[in-house]
C-alpha cells in the first residue's frame, strides 16, 4: 500500500513546489510529492556548462604571491570569472581564517549559477566566524531563490549579527511582498532606506507596491538609471501573474542597464511564456552569448531547437501544438474538448475571449516544465500564461494517472479569469475556480481527497481565507500545495452552494478592481471573513468527519482485505470490503477496496456483484485503465452496450493511447447507433498505425456507412482492399456502398 506510507512523513523539499509558485497551474498529486527533482537538462553541445570548483593545483604556484582581493575583484569586473575564481583560490589558500574571502568568493559562484559551491562557501566562512553577517545574507539569498521559508531566518539572523545590514531588510522587504504581505514589506523597505537612501531594491519594493495597486508611484523616478531596480519590479509583476507588466518593465531595466543580461534572459522567458518565440529567442541567445547561461536560459534555448518536432492546428479562436508523433491521434479530442469548453466557459463568465487560446501538449514532461518555467522537475500538469496553455501530453503521464480533459478545462478557466480581472486576481481564486469547475463539469473529474489533504484536515492545517495564499507560495510542510488547491476549491463549492453558482462570477469582477480578499468577502458575501471561515470549516467537518475518523480503521481493514485475498477468503472479503468502503469512498487508487471487492466477486463468478462494485467505483472518479476496460466487459456481456461504450468513453479523457480502447469503443459505438462516435473511435485506432490495416479501414467503412457517408465509407474499403486484397467483408461493403446499392 504505497499511499500510507507517505501520511504524515517528512520529507525534503522538493523543487517542484518551490517553482510552481510563479504560475497558474493544475498539480500532480503524485509529482509534488516525489522528493528529487529531475536532473536538469543540459545544452548538449556548444552552449558551455555552468561554473564549478576547479582544482587548479597547477595555478596555485605562481599566484601565490601576488594574490590579492583587490585583482580578484578587478578580474571579475572584467568578467574573467576563470581568473577571479582562481584569485580567490589562491587567497583563502593563502589566508584559510578569512571568512570574508570566503564569502565574496561564495558570492561569485552564487552570480555564476552554481549556488551549491555557494552556499559551501558561506558555511565554512561561518565555521570560521559564527557571527559573519554576509555569510547568513548570502544563505538567505539562496534560500530565497529556492522559495525556501528558511530565508526569512537567515536574513533575522544576519540583521542580528549586522543591525547595519539594509541588504538584510531588502530581502525581508522582497520576502514579504512574494507572500503578498504589503505592510511587512513597507515596513521592512524602510528600514533599508533608513540606513542607505539609496537602496536599489528597497525603493523598487516601495514602487512594486504602488504599481501592484495600479498607483502612480513616486519610488520610480529613484530609480534612475539603476536597471536593477526595474528588474525587481519586472519579477513582482511576474510572480503576480502580471506577464505583459512584467515584460515592459524588463524592457526598461534593459533600456537602463543594456548589458543587465539576467533582465535579457527574463524577458525572453516571459515572451516565451506568452508565446512570442521569435522576440524570447534573440533576447535568451544575447543573454546566452554574453555568458549568461543559467538553468533557465540553456535550457529554454534548448526547448525551442527542438520546436520543428511539433505541428501548430490554427482555428479562428484556437491554436493547438501537437507533437507530430500523436498529432493524428490526440487533435480530434483536443480540438473538440477545447472547442466545447470555450463555449461552456463563453457562457458562463458572460464574456468572449478577444484573442485566440493556445494550447501546448508535451508528450515530453521536462519538455513541458522547461516550456513553463525555463526549469525542468515542475510537479505540474498544466499551467495558464494569459491566453496560453502548456501541459503534459496524456502520453507522457503513466496510463489512468492523468486527466486530461479535467486539466485543460482547469487551465481554460485560468485563461477567462485572466482574461476578465486583466491578470488582477489572487491566486487562491483563482486556483479555487479552476478546481471547482472540474468537477462541476462532471461529477467524477477532477482529484479526489488524498490522504495528505485528509491528514491536513486531521491536524487542523488548513488555512483561513485570509491566509490561503501562503499555503501556495511559502508552503510550510511538503503537502501544503496540494492541500491549498484542495482547500481554495472547496472554498468555491462553499460559495457555489450557499450563495449560488452566480456569485463566483461577481467575485471574479470583484477581483478585477483589485480589491483585497478580506474585502471582496466582505462585499461578495456579506460576512466577515472570520465568520466564512467558521462556517466554511464546519462544511469541511461534516463532510469529511466520517472518513478522517474512520481513517486508521480503513488503512488497517485494507491490510486485512490484502490478507484474506491471499487466503482465498473471498466471501470475507466481500463482506468487510463493503464495511469499510464508506469510510473512505474516495479512494480509488490502486490497491482500492472496490478492487479487492470486484475481484472477489469474479472468483465466485458472481458477475452482477463485480459490476456493481465497479460501477460505484466509476461513479466516483476511478479511472483506472485495466480496472475500466474490465468492467467495460462485464457492461457488454451482461447485454448492457450504452453503459459499456459509457465506461470506456470516460478513458478517452484519461489515457487515449490506447488502441484496444477505440477497437472497442468504436464496435459499441456502432451497435447503439452512434455512427459519428464510431466514426471517430475507429480512426483513432488507424492514427495509432495498426497491424492490421486492412481491418481498421474496414471498420471505419462500417461506420461512414452507419452514418450514411457511402463516398467516404467506399474510400475506406478501398484501403482495405489495398491493403489485403482478399479480405471478402471488405469487398462485399465496397459493392453495397457502390453501384445501385449505395448513393
Ligand atoms: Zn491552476
Redesign the pocket.
Known amino acids: 500500500m504505497k499511499f500510507i506510507p507517505r501520511v504524515g512523513k517528512s520529507q525534503a523539499w522538493p523543487q517542484a513546489q518551490t517553482t510552481v509558485r510563479l504560475i ?4 500532480d498529486h503524485r509529482a509534488a510529492l516525489q522528493v528529487a527533482p529531475a536532473p536538469p537538462r543540459q545544452r548538449k553541445t556548444g552552449w558551455g556548462r555552468r561554473f564549478r570548483l576547479p582544482v587548479f593545483l597547477l595555478a596555485l604556484s605562481f599566484v601565490l604571491s601576488a594574490q590579492t582581493i583587490q585583482r580578484a575583484e578587478a578580474l571579475w569586473k572584467a568578467q574573467d570569472f576563470e581568473g577571479a575564481n582562481n584569485e580567490f583560490k589562491a587567497l583563502v589558500t593563502a589566508n584559510p581564517n578569512n571568512a570574508d574571502y570566503r564569502v565574496r568568493w561564495g558570492q561569485l559562484f552564487e552570480e555564476r549559477f552554481n549556488p551549491d559551491d555557494a552556499a559551501k562557501l558561506y558555511q565554512e566562512a561561518l565555521a570560521i566566524n559564527p557571527k559573519n553577517a554576509k555569510a547568513m545574507l548570502g544563505l538567505a539569498g539562496i534560500a530565497a531563490t529556492n522559495y525556501d521559508p528558511k530565508a526569512k531566518n537567515f536574513a533575522k539572523q544576519a540583521l542580528e549579527a549586522d543591525p547595519k545590514l539594509f541588504e538584510a531588510h531588502e530581502m525581508l522587504a522582497r520576502l514579504a511582498l512574494e507572500d503578498d504581505d504589503h505592510k511587512t514589506a513597507d515596513e521592512e523597505a524602510d528600514a533599508a532606506l533608513a540606513i542607505n537612501p539609496n537602496a536599489v531594491d528597497a525603493i523598487a519594493v516601495k514602487a512594486s507596491l504602488d504599481l501592484l495597486a495600479d498607483k502612480e508611484s513616486p519610488w520610480i523616478a529613484k530609480i534612475g538609471n539603476r536597471g536593477k531596480g526595474y528588474e525587481t519590479i519586472a519579477s513582482f509583476f511576474v510572480i503576480n501573474r502580471r506577464y505583459e507588466d512584467g515584460i515592459a518593465y524588463y524592457r526598461k531595466a534593459i533600456a537602463a542597464t543594456p548589458d543587465l543580461w539576467s533582465a535579457h534572459s527574463q524577458l525572453g522567458i516571459n515572451l516565451m511564456r506568452l508565446a512570442r518565440e521569435e522576440e524570447a529567442r534573440k533576447e535568451l541567445e544575447l543573454a546566452y552569448e554574453n555568458h549568461y547561461r543559467d538553468k533557465p536560459t540553456v535550457n529554454t534555448l534548448t526547448l525551442m531547437d527542438s520546436y520543428n518536432r511539433f505541428e501548430t492546428i490554427r482555428t479562428p479562436t484556437t491554436v493547438i501544438k501537437l507533437n507530430n508523433k500523436e498529432v493524428s491521434l490526440l487533435l480530434p479530442y483536443f480540438q473538440t474538448e477545447l472547442d466545447k469548453a470555450m463555449k461552456e466557459y463563453d457562457r458562463k463568465y458572460k464574456t468572449k475571449l478577444n484573442v485566440p487560446v493556445q494550447v501546448e501538449v508535451y508528450p515530453d514532461h521536462e519538455d513541458f516544465a522547461v516550456r513553463t518555467m525555463g526549469m525542468p522537475g515542475l510537479g505540474a500538469l ?3 500564461f494569459n491566453n496560453v496553455v502548456a501541459m503534459d501530453s496524456p502520453s507522457g503521464r503513466p496510463p489512468g494517472s492523468f486527466h486530461w480533459a479535467s486539466t485543460l478545462w ?2 481554460l ?2 485563461v477567462y479569469v485572466l482574461s476578465i480581472t486583466n491578470d488582477r486576481v489572487p491566486r487562491w481564486f ?2 479555487g475556480l ?2 471547482h469547475e472540474e468537477t462541476a463539469i462532471n461529477t467524477d473529474w477532477g482529484d479526489r481527497l488524498s490522504p495528505d489533504v485528509l491528514a491536513a484536515i486531521r491536524d487542523k492545517k488548513l488555512l483561513p481565507v485570509s491566509e490561503i495564499d501562503r499555503g501556495f507560495i511559502h508552503p510550510e510542510f511538503p503537502a501544503q500545495v496540494i492541500v491549498s ?1 484542495y482547500e481554495a476549491g472547496k472554498m468555491c463549492d462553499y460559495i457555489s452552494e450557499r450563495w449560488g453558482e452566480g456569485k463566483l462570477l461577481d467575485i471574479v469582477h470583484a477581483f478585477a478592481k483589485n480589491v483585497p480578499t478580506v474585502d471582496v468577502i466582505r462585499q461578495q458575501l456579506g460576512i466577515e471573513p472570520e465568520q466564512f471561515d467558521k462556517d466554511f470549516m464546519a462544511m469541511i467537518d461534516k463532510e469529511t468527519s466520517k472518513t478522517v475518523a474512520g481513517f486508521k480503521e480503513w488503512s488497517e481493514g485494507v491490510r486485512t482485505l490484502n490478507q484474506l485475498t491471499k487466503d482465498g477468503k473471498f466471501d470475507e472479503v466481500i463482506a468487510k470490503g463493503r464495511a469499510i468502503e464508506g469510510l473512505y469512498p474516495d479512494y480509488v487508487e490502486a490497491g482500492s477496496v472496490y478492487d479487492f471487492v470486484a475481484e472477489a466477486c469474479l472468483k465466485k463468478n458472481d458477475k452482477a456483484c463485480a459490476m456493481d462494485e465497479w460501477g460505484r467505483y466509476s461513479k466516483i472518479g476511478g479511472r483506472d485503465p485495466d480496472t475500466m476496460k474490465k468492467y467495460a466487459k462485464l457492461l457488454e456481456e451482461a447485454g448492457k452496450t450504452k453503459e459499456a461504450a459509457a465506461a470506456l468513453e470516460r478513458l478517452n479523457y484519461v489515457y487515449p493511447l490506447d488502441a484496444e480502447l477505440h477497437q472497442r469503443l468504436g464496435g459499441l459505438l456502432l451497435t447503439t447507433g452512434d455512427a459519428p462516435g464510431a466514426v471517430r473511435e475507429f480512426k483513432a485506432v488507424i492514427a495509432m498505425k495498426p497491424i492490421d490495416a486492412a481491418d481498421a479501414h474496414y471498420n471505419l467503412a462500417r461506420a461512414f456507412k452507419a452514418g450514411g457517408q457511402n463516398d467516404q465509407a467506399r474510400e475506406e474499403a478501398f484501403l482495405a482492399l489495398e491493403a489485403a486484397p482478399n479480405f471478402k467483408p471488405a469487398q462485399k461493403l465496397l459493392l453495397e456502398v457502390s453501384g445501385e446499392g449505395g448513393k
Do not use: F, I, M, Q
Open positions: 497558474l497551474d493544475k498539480p498544466g499551467v495558464t482547469h487551465e478557466s485560468h483563482t486556483e479552476a478546481v488547491y
